[in-house]
């Protein structure tokens, strides 16, 4: 059997040789179609953002200022003509779809060497299998992975627009990830109404807009046997806007963590506010050397009010209420990009013991330098830690990041994981490598 490094080696020379092939007008997503222009007009390296490229995001997917009108290189198809439109509402109003695709497709493959973080509860469960060691650091798990993410996601005429992603491998053979409409009757920033299944707005940054393929420990812990994360997405509706330019708010309810067992359902706001750099809404923007580089701090304030029922075999106990408090700030100065946030969830009984209370903290650190237009390390730390019963569950995962930008739409990334795992059989730590690519067209 091949060792680790000799598979690494492997991988990195077959990545190489088939990346070379890549032509750099032959892959491009579906917004860069649209606009004949670079994925690098909206992206650090997808799926990162830049300011503009944010502005785009809350713009409904359209260049901020009423930019469409002159960026837009495609003919859409109109449904229908103006005539039309003057008789509402004795004739429906004409609207347009786009003249292509809206299609985009993802490629994420990587070759994973010892127990990477999202493998951790699963190699946990095996370790009190025969033959096997009783510490998951020490499991040496050595495998390739990886999934084809299908992306669609357009305007639709001057008021509405959607997104809808469908993920295939991966963590499950095929799921629908995320997919909703968004409806902006107040302009494209003033209001959004969006209506579907989605990542709720509350900590400034995503898994789906970030540089680690790999899901944050900040949106994904659990409590007890509350099976309440905020990551991928959940069932709901969704509005949002920009006012004065600066300041930024959402506001949503969605279905409770234990599907649709009640009638209640959970609520969130978030509120948050930019000082300099470019606007939220992506007018008034001085001109910059690159896409990514500006002078801004971005302060954000999030709540999230919930509840879930909690089980035993099957069985409904009792209802667990909670209520997450975090606080967030993104800080860009010229090429190097900043985030820090800081949650705390309290449950009021997220197990089966009576009036068993618990808190969780958890903390999040993420520093990017862009050393070229195309090569950027990335660090990363984050923590968590439960109290109950006078005891204490501790976790934290460091890593580090290398991404290169071999095109536009192709990325290559060397990444190293380090951390530790209080629920593990030994309480002993783990570390991983992991060489991946990912490709967009």
Not at 30 to 51: D, I, M, V
Not at 74 to 91: I, K, M, Y
Not at 357 to 382: C, D, G
Request: charged share 20%.
């Amino acid at each position: 059997m091949l060792s680790i490094w000799k598979r690494l080696g492997l991988t990195i020379f077959t990545f190489l040789a088939a990346l070379s092939y890549v032509a750099p007008a032959s892959a491009i997503p579906a917004f860069a179609r649209r606009y004949e222009t670079s994925c690098q007009t909206c992206h650090l390296a997808f799926p990162k953002l830049t300011p503009f490229g944010e502005a785009f995001r809350r713009n409904g997917y359209r260049f901020p200022g009423g930019g469409d009108a002159t960026a837009v290189k495609e003919e859409g198809v109109t449904l229908g003509n103006d005539a039309q439109r003057e008789r509402w509402p004795a004739a429906v109003t004409p609207g347009e779809i786009p003249g292509r695709s809206s299609l985009s497709v993802v490629v994420d493959g990587k070759a994973i060497g010892g127990p990477h973080p999202e493998q951790m509860a699963e190699m946990t469960s095996m370790a009190g299998m025969p033959g096997m060691t009783t510490s998951p650091g020490k499991l040496g798990l050595d495998t390739f992975g990886g999934h084809v993410g299908l992306r669609a996601a357009a305007p639709i005429g001057e008021m509405a627009s959607v997104f809808a992603s469908v993920d295939v491998g991966g963590m499950e053979p095929v799921s629908v990830e995320r997919g909703w409409l968004d409806l902006t009757p107040a302009g494209p920033t003033a209001l959004h109404l969006r209506l579907g299944r989605f990542e709720p707005s509350l900590h400034g940054i995503s898994i789906h807009r970030g540089l680690f393929a790999h899901q944050l420990r900040l949106t994904t812990t659990a409590v007890g046997s509350n099976p309440f994360t905020p990551e991928h997405s959940q069932t709901g509706a969704e509005a949002s806007g920009v006012a004065l330019g600066r300041i930024g708010w959402a506001a949503g309810v969605v279905e409770n963590a234990a599907g649709n067992r009640t009638l209640r359902k959970d609520f969130y706001g978030r509120l948050e506010y930019k000082l300099g750099g470019m606007r939220l809404d992506g007018l008034q923007a001085q001109a910059e050397t690159a896409a990514w580089r500006e002078r801004s701090v971005l302060l954000g304030f999030s709540a999230y009010s919930g509840q879930a029922e909690i089980d035993v075999n099957a069985m409904p106990v009792h209802t667990d209420q909670f209520l997450r408090l975090g606080a967030d700030l993104h800080v860009v100065v010229d090429d190097w990009l900043l985030d820090l946030v800081a949650v705390q969830q309290q449950h009021s009984q997220p197990t089966e013991i009576d009036n068993a209370k618990q808190t969780m903290q958890l903390a999040f650190a993420e520093l990017t330098w862009v050393a070229t237009a195309v090569l950027f390390p990335t660090a990363r730390v984050e923590a968590s830690r439960i109290d109950h019963d006078n005891t204490r569950d501790s976790r934290w995962l460091g890593s580090a990041l290398l991404t290169y930008v071999l095109r536009p739409n192709v990325l290559l990334r060397v990444a190293g994981e380090i951390g530790s795992d209080e629920k593990s059989t030994d309480h002993t730590g783990f570390r991983s490598a992991v060489l991946s690519f990912a490709t967009a067209f």
